[in-house]
């Protein structure tokens, strides 16, 4: 029996306004910046997620996610980064080893300029509530916005590199986001990877990570715990939902029928963008109620689907 969807989520039945693209002129970067921009339709003081793809993802992909979030009250803006397959870049591009510093800055971008983005869909500037800033990611995407909340990247010196915490920043969603470096790594992911060296001691941004524990990584000589280090070593995240049975793709939170997920689940997936959606409205000053339910449905339920753990 699957966990029921709490009954403190109203129904889908907001209409949302996406576009795509708003460009933001970007001249250092090499290609200007497209982002998607998704709304409610109607409705006041809403609050604003970022959104970052996994690789070779777009801003085109994650409309379970998107479409839920923005149904139900959020502003989902989603930059398309260097590494996305629509833009076509290869390791013999020169930016390509700067991939992961240059993701950190278009997210920075994208809160710089957010009223250009949100200028998009008009009369939705005035419609958002921007104290109320938080950011999710996706595997490579939650190394990326997990910088904003506070994780640094561990120097060939040994040293955790700049702290690039925004302020601006008041929550956080991570999922799929991966563990520690140094013998944790398989040796490629040692050698062409050398940015995925974590440090979550100074994440101290609310944040809930979500993880699979059927996802194993060929970048990790670890099981699917890997993908908890974030969970066990910041301060910040308090909150870990662990989806049963779920691989790296959660169900299918990157796009609906894809041929790539290889354990797609629509209850994985309904789970995943409620809990994250009720999380969000709770460490954001919203309303808690929701994620109390939440919590208290997965708790009940005779076969659940997902636990949810709490320092």
Do not use: C
């Amino acid at each position: 029996m699957s966990t029921p969807v709490t009954s403190a989520v109203p129904a889908l039945t907001t209409p949302i306004i996406s576009v795509k693209p708003v460009v933001l002129s970007a001249p250092q970067r090499g290609d200007d910046l497209q982002v998607r921009v998704s709304a409610p339709a109607v409705g006041t003081d809403l609050p604003v997620i970022v959104l970052a793809h996994g690789f070779g993802e777009s801003m085109s992909g994650y409309d379970p996610l998107v479409d839920f979030w923005a149904g139900n009250g959020f502003v989902v803006v989603q930059p398309t980064f260097l590494d996305s397959r629509t833009l076509g870049r290869t390791p013999a591009d020169p930016r390509y080893s700067e991939i992961w510093r240059i993701r950190v800055q278009d997210v920075g971008r994208v809160l710089d300029e957010l009223d250009h983005v949100v200028a998009a869909v008009p009369g939705l500037g005035g419609r958002i509530d921007r104290e109320r800033i938080a950011v999710a990611g996706h595997s490579w995407g939650g190394q990326t916005v997990g910088m904003l909340l506070g994780a640094r990247v561990v120097g060939a010196d040994g040293q955790p590199g700049p702290d690039l915490t925004d302020s601006r920043v008041k929550a956080g969603v991570l999922l799929a986001t991966t563990g520690l470096a140094g013998d944790d790594l398989t040796p490629f992911a040692a050698q062409n990877f050398p940015f995925m060296r974590p440090d979550f001691d100074a994440l101290t941004t609310p944040t809930l990570v979500i993880a699979g524990d059927n996802d194993q990584s060929h970048l990790s000589t670890r099981g699917p715990d890997w993908f908890t280090d974030v969970y066990t070593y910041s301060p910040g995240a308090q909150s870990l939902l662990t989806v049963f049975g779920g691989d790296h793709s959660l169900g299918g939170v990157h796009a609906y029928n894809a041929r790539d997920t290889t354990d797609e689940s629509p209850e994985r997936v309904a789970l995943i963008r409620t809990a994250s959606w009720a999380f969000l409205r709770s460490a954001l000053g919203i309303d808690d109620t929701a994620w109390k339910q939440v919590q208290a449905d997965l708790m009940a339920a005779a076969d659940p689907i997902g636990r949810i753990d709490y320092k």
